[in-house]
């Protein structure tokens, strides 16, 4: 696999530093020259501009991201073992997290962290016995069958049980970036059933809970947003769940009601799902329905609510008819892509948590998200206390949260942590 003279990636002078702190990207701006037959995806050595070696990476001369750090060791063959021996830690991560999201042969997890699993623009998530791959770069584009093939013989190593199939859903913007088209299909093995029902391997049961119900999401891998599913909520959903006994309960941005399906579960007085996706919403449904929460006259049934609708004109409506719920929920999509959005996005957020802020009846619960990377978690604190200041209610945050475990953050990559939820009550 490894080329006679494999092409070289020079730096400018000076631009050595990121790659030194262990940071993977480096940037067109940072390249001096490329030195050989540099093809998308191609294998390269790194040198500084005195010629030191820095390690290897995989090249993209079409990418603004020219390279990504494969290794950090002039030495190290990036070889079948050498991605092999990757894949099988970020298995082994999974594994001993506590609860292992490997064990429940029913259980949806992350198995695959891109950059911060050492595997740069490779996402690979587990529903039951099928995974789904997103090639992001081109680095991983004209690896991915390999991948996809040495991951199953992994799984079955690591689990003991057969991997059924590996989806493709390498349909997401950054490929653009990337000059790669998008790309949906079976890679490996069967392709997916239209619809599974899974539950997430992540986060305790909860204490006492008064769950009739089995909590299973529905999961459709060719359609469903990202993967198929939100997989880095999971322990959130428990989180928030714990605060929603006896409590009236919107949960806006819903998806498929993950939120508010164990809200219910943990007692919640009633529920309103809220989403611009009709198709998510009857999904959700049907989640209700299985784990004997949505039929008449079961559970919390009779105060279940779904609305479709964008929530930005939803939540006014509701503010303007005086609605008032005890817990909401806010877990918005991605409103920043680049940096030039930032100002844009914070105006947003700081609509949707006023407004739902003013929904809020006395010693309500808010609980609201960004999974956008590029707010910090300090930037959207300060949103919500303007949010707060001009809603005229005063939040106390009670919990910071963040992405589930099977979403590690690597220190030298700050960028793998994208996901921020602050939990707070209305004092
Ligand atoms: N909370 C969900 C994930 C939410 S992702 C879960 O736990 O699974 C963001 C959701 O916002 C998506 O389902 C998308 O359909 C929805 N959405 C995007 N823009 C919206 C808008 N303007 N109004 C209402 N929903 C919107």
């Given at each position: 696999?490894?080329?006679?003279?494999?092409?070289?990636?020079?730096?400018?002078?000076?631009?050595?530093?990121?790659?030194?702190?262990?940071?993977?990207?480096?940037?067109?701006?940072?390249?001096?020259?490329?030195?050989?037959?540099?093809?998308?995806?191609?294998?390269?050595r790194?040198?500084?501009a005195?010629?030191?070696?820095?390690?290897?990476?995989?090249?993209?001369?079409?990418?603004?991201?020219?390279?990504?750090?494969?290794?950090?060791?002039?030495?190290?063959?990036?070889?079948?073992?050498?991605?092999r021996?990757r894949?099988?830690?970020?298995?082994?991560?999974?594994?001993?997290?506590?609860d292992?999201?490997?064990?429940d042969?029913?259980?949806?997890?992350?198995?695959?962290?891109?950059?911060?699993?050492?595997?740069?623009?490779?996402?690979?998530?587990?529903?039951?016995?099928?995974l789904?791959?997103?090639?992001?770069?081109?680095?991983?584009?004209?690896?991915?069958?390999?991948?996809?093939?040495?991951?199953?013989?992994l799984?079955?190593?690591?689990?003991?049980?057969?991997?059924?199939?590996?989806?493709?859903?390498?349909?997401?913007?950054?490929?653009a970036?990337?000059?790669?088209?998008?790309?949906?299909g079976?890679l490996?093995?069967?392709?997916?059933?239209?619809?599974?029902?899974?539950?997430?391997?992540?986060?305790?049961?909860?204490?006492?809970?008064?769950?009739?119900?089995?909590?299973?999401?529905?999961?459709?891998?060719?359609?469903?947003?990202?993967?198929?599913?939100?997989?880095?909520?999971a322990?959130?959903?428990r989180?928030?769940?714990?605060?929603a006994?006896g409590r009236?309960?919107?949960?806006?941005?819903?998806?498929?009601?993950?939120?508010?399906?164990?809200a219910?579960?943990a007692?919640?007085?009633?529920?309103?799902?809220?989403?611009?996706?009709?198709?998510?919403l009857?999904?959700?449904?049907?989640?209700?329905?299985?784990?004997?929460?949505?039929?008449?006259?079961e559970?919390?049934?009779?105060?279940?609510?779904?609305?479709?609708?964008?929530?930005?004109?939803?939540?006014?409506?509701?503010r303007?008819?005086g609605?008032q719920?005890?817990?909401?929920?806010?877990?918005?999509?991605?409103?920043?892509?680049?940096?030039?959005?930032?100002?844009?996005?914070?105006?947003?957020?700081?609509?949707?948590?006023?407004?739902?802020?003013?929904?809020?009846?006395?010693?309500?619960?808010?609980?609201?998200?960004?999974?956008?990377?590029?707010?910090?978690p300090?930037?959207?604190?300060?949103?919500?206390?303007g949010?707060?200041?001009?809603?005229?209610?005063?939040?106390?945050?009670?919990?910071?949260?963040?992405?589930?475990?099977?979403?590690?953050?690597?220190?030298?990559?700050?960028?793998?942590?994208?996901?921020?939820?602050?939990?707070?009550?209305?004092?």
């Amino acid at each position: 696999m490894r080329p006679s003279a494999p092409p070289t990636l020079h730096l400018r002078p000076g631009r050595d530093k990121p790659v030194r702190g262990r940071h993977p990207w480096i940037f067109s701006g940072a390249v001096a020259r490329l030195e050989g037959e540099v093809e998308p995806g191609s294998l390269g050595r790194v040198r500084t501009a005195e010629g030191e070696e820095l390690g290897w990476a995989s090249l993209n001369p079409r990418s603004q991201i020219l390279g990504r750090m494969l290794s950090w060791q002039p030495e190290a063959r990036i070889d079948e073992a050498f991605w092999r021996a990757r894949l099988a830690e970020a298995l082994d991560l999974r594994a001993a997290l506590p609860d292992s999201p490997l064990a429940d042969p029913e259980g949806a997890c992350r198995l695959v962290h891109a950059e911060s699993d050492g595997l740069p623009g490779l996402v690979i998530d587990r529903y039951g016995p099928f995974l789904v791959l997103q090639a992001l770069t081109a680095g991983i584009e004209v690896l991915k069958q390999d991948l996809a093939a040495w991951t199953a013989e992994l799984w079955r190593a690591a689990t003991g049980r057969d991997c059924a199939g590996i989806y493709e859903r390498s349909d997401v913007d950054v490929r653009a970036k990337e000059g790669l088209a998008e790309q949906v299909g079976p890679l490996w093995g069967e392709a997916p059933p239209p619809r599974l029902w899974l539950r997430e391997a992540l986060g305790k049961p909860l204490a006492g809970g008064a769950g009739p119900a089995e909590v299973r999401l529905p999961v459709d891998i060719a359609s469903g947003h990202k993967t198929g599913a939100y997989l880095d909520q999971a322990v959130n959903r428990r989180r928030v769940a714990a605060y929603a006994r006896g409590r009236r309960v919107l949960n806006a941005f819903c998806y498929t009601g993950g939120f508010g399906l164990h809200a219910l579960a943990a007692g919640a007085a009633s529920l309103t799902q809220m989403d611009s996706s009709a198709t998510a919403l009857a999904a959700g449904a049907e989640a209700l329905e299985r784990a004997g929460l949505g039929g008449p006259g079961e559970g919390a049934a009779g105060a279940v609510e779904w609305v479709e609708a964008d929530a930005f004109t939803q939540l006014r409506r509701w503010r303007d008819a005086g609605r008032q719920w005890d817990l909401i929920v806010l877990d918005p999509p991605k409103f920043v892509q680049h940096a030039g959005q930032i100002a844009k996005a914070g105006r947003a957020y700081k609509d949707i948590n006023l407004l739902a802020l003013k929904l809020l009846a006395p010693g309500g619960i808010l609980a609201s998200f960004s999974c956008s990377g590029l707010v910090s978690p300090d930037l959207f604190l300060q949103i919500l206390h303007g949010a707060a200041l001009d809603a005229g209610r005063d939040l106390c945050i009670v919990e910071t949260l963040g992405q589930a475990p099977d979403h590690p953050v690597r220190l030298s990559f700050p960028e793998g942590r994208y996901l921020k939820g602050l939990l707070g009550r209305v004092v």
